[in-house]
């Protein structure tokens, strides 16, 4: 992630950087076990890396909380890459046994770009 920062200042370019979070894991973990939430956890990181470009980094920073570096885009992509990680995750849930379970995530954006300096920004 740092490389990519450094990069994305050199060469004037936008880096953003995404951090994910299950909404009320441990709950998940405590109601249907923890191999459950293990299987829930491998599924969501599939579903990241179908969403996002083979190029970001893509990472478990610990728990249920996921980050993502993405170099060379901006804001406006990053939500449509957001947009296809949900519908999938979707899917992935409605085809869960547990069908009537509803497994949420948050996420906070922080852009950065030459032009406007750092800012962060949550959606």
Not at 36 to 63: K, S, T, Y
Not at 79 to 104: D, G, M, P, R
């Amino acid at each position: 992630m740092t490389r990519l920062l450094g990069i994305a200042e050199r060469y004037e370019q936008s880096f953003c950087l995404a951090v994910i979070d299950i909404d009320q894991f441990k709950q998940i973990n405590d109601r249907f076990g923890h191999a459950m939430g293990d299987r829930l956890l491998r599924q969501f990181g599939a579903c990241l890396r179908d969403a996002f470009r083979q190029e970001d980094v893509i990472g478990r920073w610990g728990g249920e909380e996921f980050v993502i570096g993405l170099y060379g885009v901006e804001e406006t992509e990053v939500k449509q890459y957001f947009k296809k990680l949900s519908e999938s995750w979707q899917q992935v849930c409605e085809a869960h046994e547990n069908s009537h379970l509803t497994i949420t995530f948050s996420t906070g954006l922080a852009a950065y770009s030459t032009a406007d300096s750092r800012e962060a920004r949550d959606f």
